[in-house]
Every structure is written in C-alpha cells, then in structure tokens.
C-alpha cells in the first residue's frame, strides 16, 4: 500500500511539535536556505519548551500545523517579555516538506537553482526605490537578482504579489537594456532596525553576490504624502514599484477604512453605526458591512463571555473580518463596547497593516445617561450584582485618548451624530459628498 501522508511522518510523531510566531517561522525557514548561522532561538509556551527539552527536539510547524523543521535543543536561554521560554538549537528539513506553495511560489528557488555570476543584490520587502535602481543602473555589468523578502513586516507596506509583480516588470526591463536578471521570494522577517540591513547581507552572499547600497535614502516621507492623496508622486520611484504601492493604498475615495465605534453599553454605537451604515448604502459609492457589537456576538463570538479574555478575543476576531473588508477596500463599521486601549490599538495596526485606515469613533456618552436608558434593564441587573463583570459597573471602560471623533448622544440627535460621522468621511475624500441631492426618500 502506498505510504499516506501521515504515515510518512513516523520520526516526527515522539517528538513534540509548536507553532511559533510568524518572525521565528520565517526566521526558521531563512535558516533552511541556508542562509546564516543553522542556530536559531524559538520561544515557545512553557509547556511546549517542558516536552521540547524531555525529548530533546521539537517539530516546528507552520500556521496550518504542517512540519516545517526540526529545532535539535541545545540550550534553554531565558524567558522572553510575553512569558515565553527561549530555546536555541540547530534547525534540520523536515524530509516530508510539502512543495510551497502560495503566489509565485515558483520564484521560492534557493541558491543552488540561481545561476548569476556575482550578482548585486536588491534585498528587501518593498517594490525597488529610484535611489537603489539608480544604484543598480550605475554599475553596468553585473548581473542583478531581485530577493523579495516575504514575511511579517516591521513597517507596513504592499503584499508579496505586488512586490514580486513589480520587481518582475523591473527584471524584463532590465533585461531589455541588455542585463542578465532573476527574481527571487525569500522567506524573512522585517525587524525595522539594522538587524534589516545585516540580514540583506546575508541573503545577498548566500546567492553570491552583494547587496546593493544606495547612495541616498528613499525619501519615505514623500512617499508617504503622495500615498495619502497629499503631494504629487515623488519624482524618485520607478512607475513599476508606484503600481505597488497605489494598489496596497489607494486613494482615500477607494481605499478601505474600519469605523469602529466604541462605548459603553446604551451609549448609541448600534444606533448611529446603523445609521450611518444605511446612508453609506443608500449613496451607494462604496462597500458598506456592518459588524454589530450583539450581532457578532450571536455568531462570529458565540460561545464568548466578558472576561478580559473573551473580550479581546472577540475584538480581534471583529477587527480581522474588518481589516480583511478594508484591505479590499470596502468600509467596515464595527458597534462592540471595545473597553480596552490595547485591543483597540492592535486592530488599528491590522488594518494599517493592510494600507487602510482606522477611525475610532468614541460614543462619549455619559454612564449616567446610558444608565437611564437602560434599554435591556443590564445596568439594574449589574447594580443588583447579577451580572458580574459589566462594563462601567464592575468591568473597567479604558476612555479613548486617540479618537478621531466624539459623540455624545445625550446631547445630540441621531441624525445629527449620524451626519457628524458622514461629514468627516465626506471631508476626507471617502464619500462622494452625501448632503449633495440629499436622496433618502422621504417625502
Ligand atoms: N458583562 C457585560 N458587560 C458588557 N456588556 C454585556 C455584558 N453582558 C452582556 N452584555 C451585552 O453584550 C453587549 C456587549 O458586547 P460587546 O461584544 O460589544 O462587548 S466587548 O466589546 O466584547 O466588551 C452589550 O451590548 P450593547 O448594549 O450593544 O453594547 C450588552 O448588551
Ligand atoms: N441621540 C441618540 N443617539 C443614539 N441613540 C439614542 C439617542 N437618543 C436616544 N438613543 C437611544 O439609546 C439607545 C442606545 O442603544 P444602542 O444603540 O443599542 O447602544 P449600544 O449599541 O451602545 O449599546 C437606543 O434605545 C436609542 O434609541
């Protein structure tokens, strides 16, 4: 009988196995090309690192549980901020690697498959600058290899396929003026520190070659501006690597944005989320979902209470449905309680990760107030100490100091708070005006 797929794995199955973040994997997989030193530190879950050390190896394995190598543990070095035991060891193949696979999974060639004489190396996770293609323009003769890093970046920017794709058009380019040129993805983290530059290095003597270095920096600010609909395009990147760039953020009238609403419970973040949400619907210029607090909790967080936990956990689960209708430039109105900075802080950078924006919209309604309101009779049964852990009566509200805008709807209207959050995103350049023609079908 031919071997099934689990039945290849025999080696792997004494052995423990841990998932570890996604800038260890990628540094694992760097590893595995055979870039650097075969040494690397893992930080793993205690119990994970306890059975890693009995047995004295552990599978690492990617996000989808496939193995990916095997850490040989050679010594425990301390604990890392979050809690996390470090391991160090050397890293081996798995002999059962799947093929990779993903968007040009087809330029993941190691350094044995390229073929360039000494080539310069252009290393990094974003599309090429001027100032490193002029570099590469400079020295005529040498052969020039595109490494397109692929892994969780430091500093947000656009996605691998867009990345390889413009550094692919380069490559063509390049070659027509007569240079010899390949493309190639490697897997590595982006650290946003020098440790980026030395790992260039790296990458570009495990190809044999050197990585290139730019005269002058790229002016990021400039970048920066033009991305933002702010400035005109800096005369300085090539139209292959601008193409990059627009698509990961467009300008604001198709760019993705994630209004989440916060405050407490009866504050009117349902209310005016819904509001809002139906008059975007009714312009119809963009995408419009809306991601209820109750809604979401009745089916993408069921089974979730209000411990700190469970509402962290259902805060990102709303903030990775918004960011992914963001980043495909839709607008994502999220109505949740949303107590704690910190949660709030990490869907902002998954939703900037993805070259969109976030709003927070803070319904500062006051506790009194939504008290009064009492829609759901909650806050008399928190007073009588029959739900524990309620938000402004036993469970803390975090206020926002970063809202882009406050709403008190003990002082204002629905229409008005409505309007308020149209009016700002009109102003922005998101919405097409919506007081123009004032269409909403009443008579
Ligand atoms: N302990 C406790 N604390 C706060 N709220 C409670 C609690 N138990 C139930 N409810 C009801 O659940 C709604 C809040 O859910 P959220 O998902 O928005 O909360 S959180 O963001 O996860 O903190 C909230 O709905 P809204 O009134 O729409 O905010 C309440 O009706
Ligand atoms: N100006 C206002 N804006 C929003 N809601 C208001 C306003 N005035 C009164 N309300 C009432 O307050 C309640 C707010 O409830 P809801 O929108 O479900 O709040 P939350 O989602 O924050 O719990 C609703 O019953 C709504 O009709």
Redesign the pocket.
């Known amino acids: 009988m031919a071997p099934s797929r689990l039945t290849r794995v025999p080696d792997t199955q004494s052995i423990p196995t841990s998932t570890p973040d996604e800038t260890t994997l990628a540094e694992v997989e760097l590893t595995l090309l055979g870039v650097g030193d075969p040494h690397v530190s893992v930080p793993l879950p205690d119990e994970d690192a306890e059975h890693a050390r009995t047995a004295g190896s552990v599978v690492v394995t990617d996000r989808e549980g496939a193995p990916v190598a095997t850490l040989r543990v050679a010594a425990d070095i301390g604990r890392t901020s979050d809690g996390l035991t470090r391991l160090t060891g050397i890293v081996e193949p798995v002999p059962t690697r799947d093929q990779p696979t993903g968007p040009y999974a087809a330029l993941r060639r190691d350094p044995a498959e390229v073929d360039l004489p000494e080539p310069l190396a252009v290393v990094g996770h974003d599309p090429v600058d001027g100032a490193t293609l002029e570099a590469v323009t400079a020295q005529a003769g040498r052969a020039v290899l595109f490494v397109v890093l692929d892994g969780p970046r430091a500093v947000p920017g656009p996605a691998l396929p867009d990345v390889a794709r413009s550094a692919l058009r380069l490559r063509d380019r390049l070659r027509a003026g007569g240079r010899r040129c390949e493309v190639v993805v490697v897997p590595a983290p982006q650290y946003g520190d020098e440790r980026d530059s030395t790992l260039a290095d790296r990458v570009a003597a495990a190809y044999g070659g050197t990585a290139v270095v730019a005269e002058r920096d790229a002016d990021r600010d400039a970048l920066r501006r033009w991305l933002d609909g702010a400035a005109d395009a800096p005369a300085d990147q090539p139209e292959e690597s601008f193409d990059a760039w627009r698509r990961w953020r467009p300008l604001p009238a198709g760019r993705g944005a994630v209004l989440l609403f916060t ?1 407490l ?8 989320a819904r509001a809002v949400t139906d008059r975007i619907a009714e312009l119809g210029d963009r995408e419009v979902t809306l991601l209820d ?1 109750d809604v979401v909790r009745r089916n993408l967080s069921a089974g979730l209470g209000f411990s700190r936990a469970d509402r962290d956990r259902n805060i990102e689960r709303i903030g990775f449905v918004a960011a992914e209708i963001a980043r495909h430039g839709g607008l994502a109105v999220c ?1 949740p309680i949303a107590p704690f900075a910190a949660t709030r802080e990490r869907v902002r950078q998954m939703v900037e990760a993805g070259g969109a924006d976030f709003l927070l919209i803070h ?1 500062a309604t006051p506790l009194a107030e939504c008290e009064r ?1 009492d ?1 759901k009779g909650l806050y008399a049964r928190a007073r009588a100490g029959e739900i524990p852990d309620f938000t402004g009566i036993s469970s803390p509200y975090e206020t926002p100091d970063d809202a882009d805008l406050v709403l008190d ?1 003990s002082a ?3 229409e008005d ?1 409505r309007d308020t959050v149209l009016d700002m995103l009109t102003r922005a350049g998101r919405l097409a005006g919506h007081r123009d023609g004032d269409d909403d079908g009443a008579a």
């Open positions: 405050g419970s009866g504050s009117g973040k349902s209310t005016v607090g109505a319904v309101r829609r709807t204002i209207t629905v708070a």
